[in-house]
Nanobody, 122 residues
Framework: VQLEESGGGLVQAGGALRLSCAAS????????VAWFRQTPGKERQFVAV????????DYARSVKGRFTISRESAKNTVYLQMNRLTPVDTAVYYC????????????????WGPGTQVTVSS
């Protein structure tokens, strides 16, 4: 499946953004979809994941309660709603997909989007 992220940008601390991960070529509900983020010089970090069935999700401790992952099957898109953003959330955000069950490990995901930059100013 081909993935493309959008919705990144510059926001002040305390603000919100909604990232989109649009799929093409396949139906996104056939996949578990995860969001990861990466800052320069650091490893890619797990953020959130939604199961293929859509009834199970998991979040990194640092974003739990602030971020929400969801899916809109009619638009073949997965979203990441990010609230109460802080400068620590500044990163390039990637969505990734895999058939079958979900994992927090990025190496389990064969399909990736190019990423979208999120910058949170203090």
């Amino acid at each position: 499946v081909q993935l493309e992220e959008s919705g990144g940008g510059l926001v002040q601390a305390g603000g919100a953004l909604r990232l989109s991960c649009a799929a093409s070529g396949r139906t996104i509900s056939d996949y578990s979809v995860a969001w990861f983020r990466q800052t320069p010089g650091k490893e890619r970090q797990f953020v959130a994941v939604l199961s293929r069935s859509g009834d199970s999700s998991d979040y990194a401790r640092s974003v739990k309660g602030r971020f929400t992952i969801s899916r809109e099957s009619a638009k073949n898109t997965v979203y990441l709603q990010m609230n109460r953003l802080t400068p620590v959330d500044t990163a390039v955000y990637y969505c990734a997909a895999r058939e079958g069950t979900w994992y927090r490990d990025e190496t389990e995901y064969p399909d990736w989007g190019p990423g979208t930059q999120v910058t949170v100013s203090s």
